[in-house]
């Protein structure tokens, strides 16, 4: 159990919406050796409390993906059905950065707050993205949702670290992005951390080895230290594209095939993550 007895407790699921073939060299700032190919998965988190179900991150559009050479297995929505939740229930969008394949799809919740930091929304509607390498990585459309969403109301701009609700933190980390945030979430395993970005891979901080996509190497190495010091333990830390994920959370098809993998639950390999 938690170290709070009585409070809040998350469940969190992982579902896997697209995966992709790159060079294992194309993950890591110094990659060594590395030869070969290493799968990326694009993940959707879903994380239920009560009645509060919170969907982490939204993946990339259809478009987007097709215009990248990513095939879209599962929308937002349906990566929420997957987890076994009704996608109308969700009232809240947590948004780690705008990268294409975190923020498209963010129409399949239009009666949801989507919640994302201050320093980001300027950072991808400012004066950086007039550079093609750090635009490439966002989709205008996805932002410019955003925004409409933003005039209508419907979204909920942070300057910093945020309590969202019991049990679920969110902490600035930047580094990825300017404005790049990791959810805390108390779980009946203890407090797991959603890196997101802020580690694509576990040998991505397990090494102190970047994701090469970044704008601050300094911020982000600050992040793996607050990414470890929010975790319980390094076995609760949960990177943002880590194929292992699914062989390490009890991962199940469901009847359609798909793969689902229930953060909340202890992994099989206790010293993954191990730094």
């Known amino acids: 159990m938690p170290e709070d007895e009585g409070a809040a407790v998350w469940e969190v699921w992982a579902v896997r919406v697209a995966t992709a073939n790159r060079p294992a060299r194309d993950n890591y700032l110094h990659p060594g050796d590395r030869t070969g190919e290493e799968a990326i998965d694009f993940i959707v988190f879903v994380a239920a409390c009560g009645e509060d179900v919170v969907v982490i991150d939204t993946g990339f559009s259809r478009e987007a993906g097709e215009r990248r050479g990513r095939f879209l297995q599962l929308s937002a929505a349906d990566a929420v059905r997957v987890a076994g939740l ?37 950072y991808a509607a400012g004066p950086a993205m007039r550079h093609h390498r750090l635009n490439h990585f966002f989709e205008a459309d996805d932002v410019v949702t955003i925004i409409r969403r933003l005039y209508a109301g419907s979204v909920t701009v942070l300057d910093g670290d945020h309590d969202l609700l019991p049990g679920f933190e969110l902490r600035l980390v930047a580094g990825h992005t300017r404005g790049s945030q990791v959810a805390r979430i108390r779980t009946a395993r203890g407090w797991i951390v959603l890196a997101c970005d802020g580690a694509h891979y576990f040998d991505n901080i397990c090494e102190r080895n970047p994701f090469p996509a970044l704008v601050d190497l300094e911020q982000v190495f600050d992040g793996y230290e607050r990414i470890e010091a929010l975790a319980s333990s390094a076995a609760h830390i949960i990177p ?26 202890p992994p099989t390999d206790v010293t993954e993550g191990r730094s």
């Open 86 to 122: 009704d996608p109308a229930t969700v009232r809240t969008v947590v948004l780690s950065h705008l990268h294409y394949d975190h923020a498209g799809n963010v129409e399949d919740f239009p009666d949801a707050q989507v919640v994302v930091q201050q320093a980001e929304l300027e």
């Open 240 to 265: 943002g594209h880590d194929p292992r994920l699914f062989e390490l959370y009890g991962s199940v098809p469901n009847e359609a095939g798909q793969v689902v993998a229930a953060l909340h639950t």
